[in-house]
């Protein structure tokens, strides 16, 4: 049985760029960290892995998701779950728009322009 690939999204965003959001930011994504509702929100919209990488102040995140995950229907849930909501505003004190990001923008997306498996 075939199984379906997992669909690929990669994301910026910027930290305050001052040491005790950086830690701060680290502290609630430890293990553990993120309010069980959270994860259940992530997993219930079928996202397979989050993985966020940090470089100084710059984040990327990579996100694998199957194939019933659907952003918008994703985000319309969210707003209406208030643990969500209380994450993302607790958060977005730690966060800042990157400069080309759209008002209310948070993770912008980024554009994949390589592959190695594309390669002859």
Do not use: N
């Given at each position: ?80 779950d208030p643990d969500v909501v209380a994450w993302e505003r607790l958060m977005w004190q730690l966060q800042q ?24």
């Amino acid at each position: 049985m075939a199984t379906t690939p997992l669909r690929r999204f990669c994301f910026t965003l910027d930290l305050k760029d001052d040491p005790e959001s950086i830690e701060r930011y680290r502290w609630w994504h430890r293990p553990g960290g993120p309010p069980a509702a959270v994860t259940r929100a992530l997993r219930a919209a079928d996202i397979r892995e989050i993985e966020i990488w940090l470089c100084g102040s710059r984040m990327f995140m990579l996100l694998e998701a199957g194939p019933h995950y659907d952003p918008a229907a994703k985000a319309a849930r969210d707003a209406q779950d208030p643990d969500v909501v209380a994450w993302e505003r607790l958060m977005w004190q730690l966060q800042q728009p990157l400069p080309a990001a759209a008002p209310g923008e948070k993770w912008v997306p980024a554009e994949r322009i390589y592959a190695l498996s594309e390669q002859p």
